[in-house]
């Protein structure tokens, strides 16, 4: 058997293609769907962060409730600095946070939510903030939370590969699939040109066996039998 010529091989092919197709397209949807589900946790997890101190900053009595506050954003940053904390002003007394000149002006607007790399990460922090104009209690500052996006990256990047393992194996199970219903399906074919093989010039009153063949092969049949 010729394989390029081969009707099985073929249609093998076609049905990996087939498979290729409608499982990449599957996988696509998957992926954008789970990118939205922990695009939706992160800020879920932003936004919880966030609100803590947020309300403890809209309730402030006294300058010296400061330090309480540096100490309870310095408790809350874990060591692997997953989660930080900043607070922006012109008020040594209020300000807080490593690395500002890395967030300064990140948003001019009352609040906001976005990306920002800072140093050498080498996934972005979603960052979300709020301003604070200034009062009797305190100057303008802005208020800055920060979450680490690398585990969310790491987990899509995790089921991406799962993704196209299953993809590959997909396809190549179609493929052989694909071959052998085809070979199977090709069965009846086979017989008939055997049968026609045994056919003898000199024996004119031979004919083929047209009972038992599928209807596709039926009109071929009755012409071989004239």
């Known amino acids: ?14 049905f990996a293609a087939v498979a290729l197709l409608l499982l990449s397209l599957l996988g696509y949807a998957l992926d954008r769907e789970l990118a939205a589900v922990l695009q939706h946790q992160q800020i879920e997890q932003l936004d919880t962060k966030f609100q803590d101190i947020d309300y403890v ?5 006294t300058p010296d409730q400061w330090q309480r506050i540096h100490a309870k954003l310095d408790a809350l940053t874990p060591p692997d600095r997953s989660t930080r904390y900043w607070i922006l002003s012109d008020d040594p007394q209020i300000r807080y946070g490593d690395a500002l000149a890395e967030i300064v002006g990140f948003s001019q607007g009352a609040s906001s939510i976005g990306e920002l790399r800072i140093g050498d990460q080498p996934e972005p922090l979603l960052i979300r903030s709020a301003y604070f104009p200034a009062d009797e209690l305190h100057s303008a500052l802005r208020f800055i939370v920060g979450i680490d996006s690398g585990s969310y990256a790491r987990a899509r990047l995790a089921f991406r590969s799962v993704l196209l393992a299953c ?10 699939f694909g071959f052998l219903v085809t070979h199977l399906g090709l ?7 055997l049968e026609a093989h045994a056919l003898s010039p000199s024996m004119l009153s031979q004919r083929l066996l047209v009972a038992q063949l599928p209807a596709e092969l039926f009109d071929l049949a009755k012409s071989f039998n004239g």
Request: zero cysteines; proline letters at 6%.
């Open 1 to 14: 058997m010729n394989p390029v010529r081969s009707i099985a091989v073929r249609q093998a092919v076609m």
């Open 167 to 176: 993809i590959s194996s997909g396809v190549l199970l179609f493929a052989v």
């Open 187 to 193: 069965v009846p074919l086979k017989r008939l040109s």
């Open 57 to 61: 900053l809209k309730r402030l009595r």
